[in-house]
């Protein structure tokens, strides 16, 4: 028979942590990442260092379902020359100034011709773009649209010692933890993008942290736990296509993308919506801050789209701080590491703590004193002068898992109705438990 | 197999139709309808000229449901002299001034006697009303309160040539096309109001083109489409009288009333209130124009009353600009032909046909490549260049429609929830389709 | 086959009676109430005088679920002396001046010893607050705040003459009305506190003038009511107890307290939150007051804790005026009698039998006369000059019964949808049922 579990938060947390967490995120952050590539076997060594990380490697022209593994991509340096021999842009400087996946090239162009092939920002003037070229052949530079405002007509050499190999592989890293119950939650995190802080050297830090965290409870867990740090769509894809058996296990799961900057926070709904994972994440994020954005799912976004898709419907949300594409800073050079930050950061993995622990006491109770209240007084559990009009505030969630223990509700039902934080009803019904009046529905 | 058929509005509405709608309208204003008589009978012929419209003469006295058919009224002249023996108002002139279905008179009246059967607005003193007495035997005029204030005292010549033949009939038109399926979408128009042009003039021009346009598909079209031409209640009541079976295979319906003014648009819900011809048109509107009025059904207005009646239930709506009865030229002599406009006949008429398209191409779909997404680059149907903060709202309609056609969403149900026009779901469910990535759930 | 009843506010209303109620609440205010002892056993007796109560003892030391019967609390009398000997606070004067339930006490104290047994309420000086100790064994005094702060230290004199009797009883009340069927509406008021005029002598004063209108009837009401008149907590479990039979008839019903200040209304509703006692209450408040506060059931509050708690789920609602605990003078010597008024306990007894009217009439009904509106004209039932835009007022209750009786609404599932007062719906639907145009469904 179940019962109700300690606090994960209680047992986990460790006040404090953001800067351990904002210093992986630095580790990570200068790597050159992309859809594969040395880039991210690189940072899955930097995760191994903190895990038992399994790493994956997936031949390039490998099928995972409608795609093909793309050849490898890697890069070794990449600049452009100014007609004077200037080094005008340089890859060893900002990884952000390649096209992503860009092929090689080798030449001199006029700027007119050039221009083709830069992507700027004219809205952000100072600031490098993030841009991707997986899909079509193509090389390019990216640069600050006031510096390409500001080079004088003349003749450009631009070079990038780049190469596609169509015998390299995909590499994606996993980490599973068994628990009581083969039923999985799923957290994710994508490792393809370059140095960009927020967008994901954050959430791969707070996954990695939260595995780590998990994995000290040794079996203990009432889930089983499946950590994927894996290229966004093309990785997740390639994972599903490769555990078509595990997934039928997954119940849950949470995107964790963008979790360490200032604003939000920020939760995208899985395409179910009213998922266990949905209202937990919910409930946890009005407890904490006084205005979560909560946002119906939609298919686009990070890799929830596939988690969604209709072959699996997996009901994976998203966790973010800020919400991705609205912050100015996305997908620019402005997603740095002075952009994220220790508290942030902390706060979003002590938020998974709290939806675990939501998930992990998900149970149904059921009052053995059920006519009427039961005596409370008698058992020393209310207070013992009467008629204060401020005296019930503490005995409600008691009160109320009492009422609502019927064998029909949950905690985290009875939570959401009693409009009191989750850890208050979580305490009473342990109390409860303790004094022989509650028990977990069989 | 069914597939994603082509937009009816592409195929059928030709812009500047308002005026053909309007010019129509105008025809057939001058001509004093009633229940019954004479007048119906010259605007069914009307629209005869249009389409191959089939005209019912049920006698009087028959019986139709708990009702009776009246004898039929028709009217000649009428008209008042003052004591000067000049005609002070004369039907001839506008035919409101008779109370309809007034039976015959021919006397002198003092000014105070008179008084008793005329009826004026003193809210509105330059407008004539329009008044019926149908149930009740009676006669009267009607004329502008301001007119009636002015008339001195003394002895009157009141005139009305009418009669009411217990052995004439009630006339109805009806205009029936048979589609793939058995079953009906109806529309309906009353046809009893004398000279009010939005009121109906507006809504039997529209139902004809409609009518007109539909039938140039020669039974292409995935359902049957009914078109009423009909009195109000009696009529309505007295077709759902004679058509017992027919009326089973009707699933949704609209009433066409009051659709040419500048206002509105305007959706009263069927009964049931969430039935298909509901959603369809609550999209199409929210679509189309910036705040329409959505209302809930209610037991008054036209002839949705008999249709939504506990033993029909056939879920028809009431489409129109304005609200009636709300509008002040609402059954005046102000609801004249200056009072309707080509452009709004012509945005109802267009409405219509977007409706039309909605329904035919109401299916559930399934996506062929469910396994996360599928790889649109391939394909062509993505952007080049990934990152991009705006690219991707053109892909969103597509990625709408691959997420959640499974089986279980039909094309409105998607647009709902995606919250993009109809039209633009429409278009990605054809690309896709086209590219075998998507069918119509079988 | 059952019928539309006759209104019971037309039957049993009688305009003014609010003086009556405040009278009788008054007759009892002075007794000092308790969860068991004489002042129980006299005010029940006041209520003997309007019905025939059926009077209850049940013995100290019995159980009832979880509970023991409380030893029986009598006292007879209690005063502070000051250091010159003068009462300086005297039960016989207001009797929430000592704590209620307090034991005995004969003895002399310094002020600050004394303190420790002195309740007031800082934060309204002035007034004397209502406190109890019921399961822990104290003994105390309330008063004001101000008199408190205004006491020298000195030796006083502290004594209280009271008991707490092993062989005693708690005492409550009851009183049936056998109806039509075996189902039971259930109005309950507790009994227990001492001088507080709207709580709870407002509620007793209402039940027992409503069990005495309803008596007039002699079991021609469609429900049995159980009418109860017990103590607070101990008493309503008691009493649940020992009727688990009569239990199972139960299907609703209202907690009657603070029914006499004047603010509010305001209605909790049951566990259930839609039951029908719920939308009963929630129409008939609406009709009456421009701004009822109706709130959900939270477990706190009066005996609806008891009524809705896991193992009964009786759909017990409370129908106040001012919410309990909130009203500045709630559980102080504020609540006294010229803190209800006879016009705020009028309303509040005739808004019971109008929720009564509705329960009474709740019959899902079934339109006759269905193809289409049935021909009112010919019944009278109808305006008889059409057009005029103001007509239809009159008509709609008409139009909404006929439009909705298709056997699965009733008559508050359509004034609710109608939005229009239930008196009204109620008319229509006799007035319909008179002309043989509706019957209730079989």
């Known amino acids: 028979m179940p019962?109700?579990?300690e606090s994960l938060v209680q047992k986990l947390y460790q006040p404090g942590?953001?800067?351990?967490?904002?210093d992986f995120a630095n580790g990570i952050y200068p790597i050159c990442r992309s859809i594969s590539g040395n880039g991210v076997r690189e940072t899955l060594g930097h995760i191994q260092s903190k895990i038992d990380l399994q790493v994956h490697e997936v031949p390039s022209g490998s099928q995972?379902?409608?795609?093909?593994?793309?050849?490898?991509?890697?890069?070794?340096?990449?600049?452009?020359?100014?007609?004077?021999g200037n080094k005008i842009i340089d890859f060893?400087?900002?990884?952000?100034?390649?096209?992503?996946?860009?092929?090689?090239?080798?030449?001199?162009?006029?700027?007119?011709?050039?221009?083709?092939?830069?992507?700027t920002m004219p809205d952000q003037p100072d600031l490098i773009p993030y841009r991707t070229s997986y899909y079509t052949i193509n090389w390019g530079f990216c640069m600050s649209h006031d510096q390409l405002m500001s080079l004088p007509?003349?003749?450009?050499?631009?070079?990038?010692?780049?190469d596609h190999n169509p015998n390299g592989s995909l590499t994606y890293g996993e980490y599973f933890l068994q628990g009581e119950s083969d039923e999985i939650f799923l957290f994710s995190a994508h490792c393809c993008h370059p140095s960009l802080?927020?967008?994901?050297?954050?959430?791969?830090?707070?996954?990695?942290?939260?595995?780590?965290?998990?994995?000290?409870?040794?079996?203990?867990?009432?889930?089983?736990?499946?950590?994927?740090?894996?290229?966004?769509?093309?990785?997740?894809?390639?994972?599903?296509?490769?555990n078509e058996?595990?997934?039928?296990?997954?119940?849950?799961?949470?995107?964790?993308?963008?979790?360490?900057?200032?604003?939000?926070p920020t939760y995208k709904r899985s395409q179910a919506g009213d998922a266990i994972v949905d209202r937990a994440v919910e409930k946890i994020l009005r407890d904490e801050e006084a205005n979560p954005n909560i946002i119906d799912f939609w298919p686009y976004g990070y890799d929830e789209r596939q988690y969604n898709s209709?072959?699996?419907r997996l009901n994976v949300g998203l966790l973010l701080r800020s919400r991705f594409g609205l912050f100015p800073e996305y997908h620019t050079s402005g997603d740095n590491m002075d952009f994220i930050k220790p508290d942030a950061l902390e706060k979003s993995y002590k938020n998974t703590l709290q939806i675990i622990d939501v998930l992990e006491n998900e149970y149904k109770t059921v009052n053995l004193a059920p006519h009427g209240e039961p005596n409370l007084g008698k058992r020393g559990l209310y207070g013992a002068i009467g008629g204060d009009k401020k005296a019930y505030d503490a005995n409600l969630p008691v009160f109320w898992m009492l009422n609502q223990s019927d064998g029909e509700h949950s905690l985290l039902d009875i939570a959401q109705r009693a409009k009191l934080p989750y850890e208050r009803i979580h305490d009473a019904a342990k109390v409860l438990s303790e004094n022989g009046l509650l028990e977990v529905k069989g």
Not at 64 to 84: C, M, V
Not at 153 to 162: K, L, M, R, T, V
Not at 245 to 264: A, F, M, Q, T, W
């Open 197 to 242: 802080a927020n967008d994901n050297c954050s959430g791969m830090s707070v996954n990695t942290h939260l595995a780590r965290a998990l994995s000290s409870l040794q079996g203990k867990t009432r889930y089983s736990y499946q950590f994927i740090f894996a290229p966004g769509t093309i990785g997740s894809i390639t994972w599903l296509s490769r």
């Open 64 to 84: 995972a379902f409608d795609w093909t593994i793309a050849p490898e991509w890697n890069i070794r340096d990449a600049w452009i020359k100014d007609p004077q």
């Open 310 to 312: 209709p072959a699996f």
């Open 92 to 119: 060893k400087k900002h990884n952000l100034h390649v096209l992503n996946y860009s092929g090689p090239i080798n030449g001199k162009f006029q700027l007119a011709d050039l221009k083709k092939h830069i992507f």
């Open 17 to 22: 942590i953001g800067q351990e967490l904002w």
């Open 153 to 162: 007509d003349g003749e450009y050499e631009a070079f990038i010692d780049s």
């Open 3 to 5: 019962v109700i579990r």
């Open 245 to 264: 058996e595990k997934i039928k296990r997954i119940k849950n799961g949470l995107i964790l993308s963008c979790v360490g900057d200032p604003g939000g």
